[in-house]
């Protein structure tokens, strides 16, 4: 897992994000007897130090996003891989899609969840989910497009959406 | 939105049927239009009450996915004297239909538990229910808790017997907060006087409003002229003023917050 470089990036986004703050209290902030804003010129030199925090601060935000979306993967391949290691142990001739209360007891939590929120729908899309879930609907798309890898979910495409419906047992 | 409730319970004979028939005529006779499901395969008991004449479909065939439910229900409203409405669906209460669903397979259950999402989607969407109300078997076999799952509020029905009430404990535990479900308890039965001074019941139902205290919405006490009538009668019906009936209805009123 790579959470200790994903706990420093975040550390240097918040240090330059500080200094950054630091510099837009001493340009802009006239109730401070600092303030350059009663001077008749803004000192450019302050404006281009804050346009360089600005940027890195924006290169440790993308290298942070990237670096959650590498775990998110990851953790989803775990999970499925783990799932899969369980059906070859228990299945029972190859009895493939469809769910159960076997099936949904033996899913990761925040999966049965959406599982759970999909067989009420019986089909829907991700923002459908989302709404009964509470969660985001970027969330469970990945988890809805995990739970089409694992076979109990479909994906229906109708008029450029994409819906999801559950997989008949059959 | 309607909604879905089961009523469900770790042991028989706890007061499911009784209770499901009664908040029924409690929702219709609010002007509700309620459905009635009797989804305990094992012991079915709603032809009792109802004595449906020459029913020829019953829930078992919309679970095997040969009919929709839409087709499988009796309106009942003339035994509320037409002051309500009330659709019911019967189980198939002969021994050989009793026998076959206790042999039932993998392969029927996953069936059975997307059947029943459906039926709940026709009933609530379709043909626009404000109540359906399930009766289920007791305990935690797949085939009674098929419905628990796929229902929007389940109301757990408990005595104050101890066996009772630690196997309802253990399956709360085990089965509802893994499903993360909205769920209500109710205690029935609940013996007044002597009993209630019995520090170890005390305790025990002490315990289970701690651990799910907002989820204890009723504590019915044991009314021997309940036990008394006929499965026919419809008790809130005939009594709309009796302290049982005015409990059911505050229990009705909190469902209906859920
Ligand atoms: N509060 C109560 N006081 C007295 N008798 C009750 C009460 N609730 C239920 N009963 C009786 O208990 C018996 C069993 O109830 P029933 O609803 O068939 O249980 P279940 O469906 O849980 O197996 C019935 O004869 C019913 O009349
Ligand atoms: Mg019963």
Redesign the pocket.
Same mark, same amino acid.
């Given at each position: 897992m790579k959470r200790r470089p994903l706990i420093a990036t975040h550390r240097k986004v918040f240090i330059t994000m500080g200094r950054y703050l630091c510099l837009v209290i001493e340009v802009f902030d006239t109730k401070t007897e600092r303030s350059l804003m009663s001077k008749t010129e803004i000192d450019t030199n302050a404006l281009s130090k804050m346009e360089k925090e600005f940027s890195s601060m924006r290169i440790y935000l993308e290298q942070v996003l990237t670096l959650q979306k590498e775990i998110l993967e990851k953790l989803a391949k775990e999970t499925e891989k783990r799932i899969d290691e369980e059906e070859d142990g228990s299945s029972e001739g190859g009895l493939s899609g469809g769910i159960s209360v076997a099936v949904l007891l033996k899913l990761p939590d925040h999966l049965r969840k959406t599982m759970i929120a999909l067989s009420k729908l019986i089909e829907g899309r991700a923002d459908e989910v989302a709404n009964i879930t509470g969660r985001a609907r970027a969330i469970e798309s990945g988890y809805l497009n995990q739970l089409v890898r694992l076979g109990y979910v479909k994906k229906v495409r109708r008029k450029h959406q994409i819906y999801f419906a559950v997989e008949s047992g059959a | 939105m309607g909604k879905l409730i089961a009523?469900h319970?770790y042991? +028989? +004979? %706890? +007061?499911?049927?009784?209770?499901?028939?009664n908040l029924a005529t409690i929702y219709a006779l609010q002007g509700k239009k309620v459905c009635l499901l009797d989804l @305990?395969f094992r012991?079915p %008991?709603l032809q009792v009450v109802f004595e449906p004449k020459g029913l020829k479909c019953f829930l078992n065939s919309v679970l095997e996915g040969t009919i929709s439910v839409r087709d499988c229900l009796l309106d009942c409203s003339d035994k509320l004297e037409n002051k309500g409405k009330l659709y019911v669906g019967f189980a198939d209460f002969s021994t050989e239909a009793i026998r076959e669903m206790v042999t039932k397979g993998k392969k029927w259950e996953i069936e059975a538990l997307q059947r029943i999402y459906k039926m709940r989607k026709e009933l609530l969407d379709d043909m626009k229910f404000d109540i359906v109300l399930v @009766?289920t078997s007791?305990g935690i076999q797949y085939l009674s808790i098929n419905a628990v799952v796929a229902s929007d509020v389940a109301v757990v029905?408990s005595t104050l017997d101890d066996a009772d009430i630690m196997g309802t404990s253990k399956m709360l535990k085990e089965l509802y907060e893994t499903f993360e479900k909205e769920t209500a308890i109710v205690i029935?039965?609940?013996i007044g006087g002597a009993e209630w001074a019995d520090p170890d019941k005390n305790k025990v139902v002490e315990d289970l409003q701690n651990k799910y205290k907002e989820a204890v919405i009723g504590i019915?006490? =044991?009314? =021997?002229?309940? +036990? $008394?009538?006929k $499965?026919g009668d419809l008790f809130v019906l005939q009594n709309p003023k009796h302290p049982?009936t005015e409990m059911l209805r505050v229990i009705a009123a909190k469902l209906d917050l859920f």
């Open positions: - | 009523l319970s042991k +028989g +004979g %706890t +007061g499911k049927s009784y209770l499901s028939v @305990d012991a %008991t @009766d007791p029905v029935n039965k609940a019915l006490p =044991c009314f =021997c002229e309940v +036990g $008394r009538l $499965r049982f």
